[in-house]
């Protein structure tokens, strides 16, 4: 089964824009899956237990590595064209 998930990420502290970066890039690494960043959020598309590995996984590392941050998901079931 397919899920399709949008995350938006809230680093808590004043350098920011390192810690996003490194979270969307720890998520490109999963070839078997469908990734598309904007201004606003990443959306990743793929198999169900591996999108939400994904998610817990990109996560862990990013607060292992830069402390507290917020992650806000919406997780919608199947498969959304997010290449448009």
Known sequence: MKLTAEMSLYPLQEEYIPVIRAFIEEAAKCPAMTLRTNAMSTQVCGDWDAVF????????????????????CKFIPGELDING
């Open 53 to 72: 590995n994904l998610v817990s996984a990109t996560l862990k590392t990013n607060v292992e590595q830069f402390g507290k941050q917020v992650l806000v």
